[in-house]
């Protein structure tokens, strides 16, 4: 059992690599996984997403409206600009855009052909 | 008898006013250094020995870290490893909370949504700075989809705005409303039994037992979901399309 020093760190150096493919590539660990996400959980989160989404839009459309004294536009706007935007969270975290915003798909994809190289 | 919103007032226990405001130290503050400590105590404790083949303490905090490990990979790339003490205390944070606040005669700081809604516009601020530094006003952009026709571009980007604010309100009122939930309809079960004595009040506890196994599997999912919700904001932030 001769081994030179550089021997050995070549075969630190392996195995840190070895590890590292292990840890970080295209890992599928089992928890965690957003590929299965428990079905309860999704539809409180569907549930929570719309309400805060509209309450968001009116409180901000009442803020404006105090501001610049549009009394009732603001409001009416934006009341229906957060709805659109809440349904618009449910739509993409329902479709697996994982609430990213703009309808790119692009990271998911990213991260799946950098997980095969 | 009590009602079973009684569980969520906040007594002080060493009043403290100090001109004119009360920042008083209430068993929520109590509770909160509580869970505090026991993280704390349970990832130095656990791992004190170091060994390679884990006991049963040394397991707990490996499973946590290699669960939010995994998680943080998943999901921000090798390069995501700096935000993970971020990601890690967060969920370290909300776990306690969850579950420190099912011990008998303990209090759910969770159940506040101050406490909930500080957390998320922590999230929220810390997002939004990690994406200003990492892209300078460019992160700006991330309200602006590819490809949008230039006449809609108003209308998008308040929507866009609208959505990027409602976040931190559904990320709290979600953990919050959970909380409230699951002890209230604990506390109205265990007042059945209460009320109809020993003969009957049997059926309610068996009820309470069973909604007391789903309130611990709640307690981890809120946890869980909050985590990974500040993973993919984070996400989000650092990639930027």
Redesign the interface.
């Known amino acids: 059992m001769s081994r030179t020093p550089e021997e050995l760190g070549q075969k630190i150096k392996k195995a840190r690599e070895r590890q590292d493919r292990r840890l970080f590539a295209g890992s599928k660990p089992t928890v965690g996984s957003k590929k299965t996400p428990s079905g309860m959980g999704n539809a409180l989160r569907a549930g929570t997403d719309i309400v805060s989404a509209v309450s968001v839009g009116g409180f901000l459309g009442y803020w404006i409206d105090q501001w610049l004294g549009t009394k009732p536009f603001g409001m009416i706007i934006f009341f229906f600009l957060g709805s659109a935007a809440g349904l618009l969270s449910i739509y993409r975290s329902q479709t697996g855009q994982d609430y990213k915003i703009g309808f790119t798909k692009t990271s998911n994809e990213k991260t799946k052909t950098k997980g095969k190289e | 008898m009590e009602s079973p919103l009684e569980q969520f007032v906040i007594k002080p226990i060493i009043p403290i006013h100090i001109g004119g405001v009360d920042i008083s130290f209430s068993q929520s503050a109590l509770w909160m250094g509580i869970a505090v400590v026991v993280a704390t105590t349970l990832m130095t404790l656990g791992m004190r020995h170091r060994t390679i083949v884990p006991g049963r303490w040394q397991n707990i905090p490996e499973m946590l870290y ?3 490990f ?2 943080v ?2 999901n921000l ?2 390069e995501g490893k700096k935000y993970f003490p971020f990601v890690f205390s967060v969920f370290m944070t909300v776990l306690m909370g969850n579950l420190l606040g099912l011990i008998p005669y303990s209090f759910t700081f969770t159940s506040h949504i101050i406490v909930t809604g500080a957390l998320a516009l922590m999230v929220l601020l810390v997002v939004t700075g990690i994406g200003i530094a990492c892209h300078g006003l460019h992160f700006f952009s ?5 490809g949008l026709p230039l006449a809609l571009a108003p ?1 998008i980007i ?3 705005v ?6 931190p ?2 990320l709290s ?2 953990l919050f ?2 909380m409230v939930a699951g002890h209230t309809m604990l506390k109205v079960f265990a007042s059945f039994s209460v009320m109809t004595g020993v003969m009957l009040g049997v059926f309610p506890m068996v009820v309470n037992t069973a909604l007391y196994g789903l309130e611990l599997m709640i307690a981890v ?1 809120q946890a ?2 909050f985590t ?2 500040t993973c ?2 984070l ?2 932030a650092i ?1 930027l ?1």
């Open positions: 290699e669960f939010i995994g998680m990979n998943e790339g090798p991330l309200f602006l989809p590819k209308l308040t929507i866009e609208v959505s990027y604010l409602s976040r309100i559904s009122v979600r409303a959970n999912i869980y979901v990974i919700l993919l904001y996400k989000e990639e399309h």
